[in-house]
């Protein structure tokens, strides 16, 4: 019971990342404010999970929602001890010789200005409480591009480096502020915004995990489960002595190209050896 105590504010909690890591932390024995722009899935999560979790419509491209979110949290509670700023989706698909100016806002809105302002709001109500921490989901996608459209890439760099600028801002009021990196997850943000029935929606899922586990050293798609128990971690007095920090929590995927981690596999190194060997025998043989 890690969390015995606490109160929670997650964001995007009705789906995926954000779901698992509510029921994670009710079940020890946090307060959970559950947010997110969907109210039925919302409510279907507060039904489904034991402990005590309160849903709260939220769309945090609106950072007056968000005010009145983090308000209410406090004024039920007393305060604050832990924000996860989750919610997001895959943004504007264009690239970057094709995005329109509105799109790129929207993606920026919904993924880097959310965080800000998630913080923002939160902090009042967070100074002096033990253990405060801020917990922001950045992207495998931050590091390089390849992983997702350009707009998500940049709003999670951005989440990056505001991770940082945060922690550096908020360490007189004792509040932690770190970034976690998810690689490839099980969850339905690669399918939300697709015009396909549901039964197809869970097909393009399963692909997706196949071609993840294909290209990364843990070879198996990643579960919303595997983000929650880092969160969870980050959040508690176990991380007491990290701030600024982000955790890869990825299967390995940015570790580099499968012939990097993979025998099986030959890289340019394994060709040169290769080389090196054919030379050798056939001066032996001459
Ligand atoms: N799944 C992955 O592979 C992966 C990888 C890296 C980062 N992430 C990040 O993890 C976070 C959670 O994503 P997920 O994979 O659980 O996706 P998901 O689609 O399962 O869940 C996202 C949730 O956010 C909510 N949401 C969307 N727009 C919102 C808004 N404007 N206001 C409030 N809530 C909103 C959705 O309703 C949904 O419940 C996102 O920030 C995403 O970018 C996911």
């Known amino acids: 019971m890690r969390f015995s105590g606490k109160t ?9 990342i954000g779901a698992e890591t509510t029921r994670l932390f009710a079940s020890e024995g946090a307060t959970v404010f559950a947010s997110d722009i969907d109210r039925p899935g919302g409510e279907k999560l507060v039904a489904e999970t034991d402990g005590d979790v309160r849903f709260v419509e939220c769309d945090v491209c609106d950072p007056q929602a968000i005010k009145v979110l983090m308000d209410r949290a406090a004024e ?8 996860f700023n989750n919610a997001g989706a895959g943004g504007a698909r264009e690239d970057i010789s094709e995005i329109e100016p509105e799109a790129w ?10 965080v800000a302002m998630g ?9 002096g409480r033990k253990g405060a921490s801020i917990v922001n989901v950045s992207s495998v996608a931050a590091v ?11 709003a999670k760099a951005g989440v990056l480096h505001l991770t940082k600028c945060a922690a550096t801002d908020l360490a ?3 509040i932690r502020v770190n970034a976690i990196q998810p690689g490839f997850i099980n969850t339905n943000i690669f399918t939300a915004t697709l015009e396909i029935p549901e039964e197809v929606k869970d097909q393009a899922k399963a692909m997706i995990a ?7 050293p843990v070879a198996r798609g990643g579960q919303p489960a595997d983000i929650a128990n880092a969160v969870a971690f980050l959040a508690s007095d176990a991380a007491g002595f990290m701030t600024g920090a982000s955790l890869v929590v990825d299967g390995g995927i ?15 190194f394994e060709a040169l050896m290769a080389l090196e060997e054919q030379v050798k025998a056939a001066q032996q043989n001459a």
Request: net charge negative; glycine share 14%.
């Open 172 to 174: 007189q009021h004792g």
């Open 76 to 83: 039920e509670t007393g305060g604050i001890d832990t924000v």
């Open 8 to 16: 929670v504010i997650v964001t995007g909690a009705a789906s995926g």
């Open 105 to 114: 806002d929207r993606t920026m809105d919904l993924l880097l200005r959310s």
């Open 119 to 127: 913080t923002r709001y939160a902090v009042p109500h967070m100074k």
């Open 254 to 268: 940015t570790l580099g190209p499968r012939h990097s981690w993979d025998p099986e596999e030959g890289g340019a």
């Open 144 to 154: 390089g591009p390849g992983y997702s459209p350009t707009a998500y890439a940049v």
């Open 210 to 216: 196949q071609m993840s586990s294909n290209a990364q």
